[in-house]
């Protein structure tokens, strides 16, 4: 291999992943092992940690064995997840296959003309929405390929479809309004109010000022990349327009027929959205509903077009086949927390961060829970798991360094969400779906990121400054 070969390297998201696995396995052998109690809280129906009672354990080292076993049984942990991917991308794969998809953006195009870049804030705006209040993200993950072919037909890229609706819903679900999955439970556990006039307000102040920046950058890149192509972060990249090849044209896009089949299959879709919110607003549903839904609807939509049980069949299998890539990713990336979970290492490195906090000045304790619980999500990317171990233990820190407990709330909740669109544990789930190495994700995102860090800090302490 040539020099010039190794500068423009760069590794499959499958080896980065399993190069942290293998890290993590490394730490186990080096960072302490420890654990907090928990007790039960029959209230909440959760287990919480007992704030202060961590206490180093006997070292429990991750070996050989138990590295190569990580994968496996991160499959199996991941397995909810992985398949919700597989039955969601069989149904879009209908919608696409099908031209229902290219029929509907030809009619945006034909409706919208010049101003086909309002697409983006729309739809941004309603992940975001569904984000903010009843605590939407993973449900979204089978809209990314739909919005892809959207994006492309409108002459961006990939990237761009894909930031829509993820960087759309994580956003909006880090900067929750009324989140049940994250400041609901961290409101509880930290014993606060989750609605007060003055919160609420503050907080949807936040989701606004967090919601049009993430958008704003979105479209100043598609803007710019769709003048000048090269500018991409995909330009040059082979896989760029993989999965896109029989998509056609925009001109072919913008004269494609929007036959009554395509209007009832799309219909079909927007029953599906209408059933899985009101589903998981008022029962409950997560993903095993949800694929369940995802897989009724594939096979009403194939009915509609008149295909065959085989074809149905085959629907299928093509469609799952095409989101292989990520739903293993899923599996595979979940390893990291079997590894540090099976060394005991996880508790130790909440503890030692919520210990740096404690000491830290007045003037800055406030913004170093919101570093806290950024680093705390590599380790913890459940926003829920998280509540239940970082609360416990923050919200007396809180008391102790003065800070109210609401604002050990707020810290949570933007370290909680805006850092999934940064950890590899967490975006590359992502990026498999999308179909886009890590290191492009990174060259997009990373300046995004690097502002809403430096907004997470600003109204952090205007929150301490208000009285929160």
Not at 121 to 149: D, K
Not at 315 to 322: I, L, P
Not at 448 to 455: D, N
Request: hydrophobic share 55%; aromatic share 10%.
């Amino acid at each position: 291999m040539n020099k010039k070969e190794k500068k423009g390297w760069s590794p499959n998201p499958y080896v980065l992943i399993v190069l942290i696995v293998l890290l993590c396995t490394i730490a186990t052998w080096i960072v302490p092992a420890g654990n907090f109690e928990r007790a039960y809280d029959e209230e909440l129906g959760r287990e919480l940690v007992v704030a202060g009672s961590y206490q180093e354990t006997e070292q429990t080292p991750v070996g050989i064995k138990g590295f190569l076993e990580s994968i496996f049984n991160g499959f199996y942990d991941a397995a909810d997840i992985i398949f919700f991917i597989l039955f969601a991308a069989a149904y879009v794969n209908v919608l696409s296959e099908k031209g229902a998809l290219n029929a509907l953006t030809g009619m945006l195009l034909r409706k919208l003309g010049d101003k086909d870049v309002l697409i983006i804030p729309a739809f941004m705006l309603l992940f975001g929405l569904g984000g903010t209040t009843f605590g939407m993200f993973e449900e979204t993950y089978a809209l990314i390929p739909a919005f892809m072919v959207i994006a492309i037909a409108l002459g961006y890229d990939r990237v761009v479809g894909g930031a829509i609706v993820f960087v759309g819903v994580a956003t909006g679900f880090a900067a929750a309004t009324l989140n049940p999955f994250t400041i609901g439970i961290a409101s509880a556990v930290a014993e606060v109010e989750l609605v007060t006039p003055k919160l609420l307000a503050f907080r949807i102040v936040c989701f606004i000022l967090f919601e049009a920046l993430a958008i704003a950058y979105v479209m100043r890149y598609a803007k710019k990349i769709r003048k000048d192509p090269t500018k991409s972060v995909m330009y040059g990249d082979p896989n760029a327009l993989q999965g896109m090849e029989g998509m056609g044209s925009k001109e072919e896009i913008m004269q494609s027929e929007f036959s009554n089949q395509h209007k009832l299959a799309l219909l079909g879709f927007v029953v599906l959205l209408v059933v899985m919110i009101a589903g998981i607003i008022l029962e409950g549903w997560y993903l095993t509903e949800i694929a369940t839904l995802f897989l009724v609807f594939m096979v009403i939509t194939c009915l509609i077009y008149r295909l065959s049980s085989n074809e149905i069949a085959e629907m299928f299998v093509a469609g799952a086949k095409s989101a292989l890539f990520g739903a293993m990713l899923v599996g595979v990336a979940r390893g990291v927390s079997i590894v540090m979970t099976d060394g005991n290492i996880i508790d130790t490195c909440v503890n030692a961060l919520a210990n740096v906090v404690s000491t830290l000045p007045a003037s800055v304790n406030a913004i170093g829970m919101v570093v806290v619980q950024n680093l705390v999500n590599f380790f913890i990317p459940s926003g829920s798991g998280q509540a239940v171990v970082t609360m416990p233990i923050l919200a007396p820190v809180a008391d102790l360094i003065g800070q109210s407990r609401e604002v050990a709330v707020i810290a949570y909740q933007f370290g909680d969400g805006f850092s999934n669109m940064f950890w590899p544990t967490a975006v590359a789930t992502e990026c498999g779906i999308m179909g886009i190495g890590l290191n492009k994700w990174y060259k997009f995102i990373t300046p995004l990121f690097g502002m809403i860090f430096l907004l997470q800090c600003i109204l952090i302490v205007i929150a301490v400054a208000i009285g929160l």
